[in-house]
């Protein structure tokens, strides 16, 4: 019995096995982020807990994670959104 067959079609069944796989994991994105269906999101203003850490600073690294977001994923940005982001830097080094 000759395996040639089979691995002709292997290529298709491995395309279905990760097909189905894909389909029963929720929503997938190409980031490797799933959103659980969620479609906004909102990030709340970081919190400076540390000394050397500017209100600035800490708003910046706000407006940078909403725009990452907002480029990488389909979410839409709310004020209260259905994901919701929030952080402390409780850390900086210069």
């Known amino acids: 019995m ?3 067959p089979l691995l002709k079609r292997l290529p298709t069944v491995w395309g279905l096995a990760v097909a189905w796989l894909l389909a029963g994991c929720g929503v997938y994105s190409p ?3 799933q959103t659980s269906g969620a479609s906004t999101f909102s990030v709340e203003d970081f919190e400076p807990a540390h000394p050397l ?3 600035t600073a ?3 690294l706000s ?3 909403r725009d990452r977001v907002q480029r990488q994923s389909t979410l839409r ?3 209260q959104g259905e994901l919701t ?3 402390r830097v409780v850390q900086w080094e210069v």
């Open 2 to 4: 000759s395996t040639r």
């Open 63 to 65: 407006e940078a994670l």
């Open 53 to 55: 850490v500017s209100a």
């Open 58 to 60: 800490a708003q910046s």
């Open 85 to 87: 982001f929030s952080a």
């Open 77 to 79: 940005l709310m004020d």
């Open 31 to 33: 980031y490797g982020a």
